[in-house]
Nanobody, 116 residues
Framework: QVQLVESGGGLVQPGGSLRLSCAAS????????MSWHRQAPGKERELLAV????????NYADFVKGRFTISRDNAKNTVALQMNSLKPEDTAVYYC?????????WGQGTQVTVSS
């Protein structure tokens, strides 16, 4: 059974940091490109960061470059998103996604709220 379980969300003040984690199981994690996405109320889901299957390549949306860092640990089947300098507009549900050659899996999401 394929599972992607995000954790680490919560309430944080503007300027603060959070580290999200996504634990994967039920598929060959090292063979999948992993990414983080978010969706704010009333908005479309947007891509934040992507990391290649072996972790050698990363890409970021312009609006998170320099603030967010994606990483993965293939030995532990996890992918993380370190988020710094958080802003109120970063408030959203954050999702991890696994993309293989023929299939795509999504986690259930974790809420991040940036507010004073």
């Amino acid at each position: 059974q394929v599972q992607l379980v995000e954790s680490g969300g919560g309430l944080v003040q503007p300027g603060g940091s959070l580290r999200l984690s996504c634990a994967a199981s039920g598929f060959f994690f090292s063979g999948y490109v992993m990414s983080w996405h978010r969706q704010a109320p009333g908005k479309e889901r947007e891509l934040l960061a992507v990391i290649s299957s072996l972790g050698g390549s990363t890409n970021y949306a312009d609006f998170v470059k320099g603030r967010f860092t994606i990483s993965r640990d293939n030995a532990k089947n996890t992918v993380a998103l370190q988020m710094n300098s958080l802003k109120p507009e970063d408030t959203a549900v954050y999702y991890c996604k696994a993309r293989g050659s023929t299939d795509v899996y999504w986690g259930q999401g974790t809420q991040v709220t940036v507010s004073s």
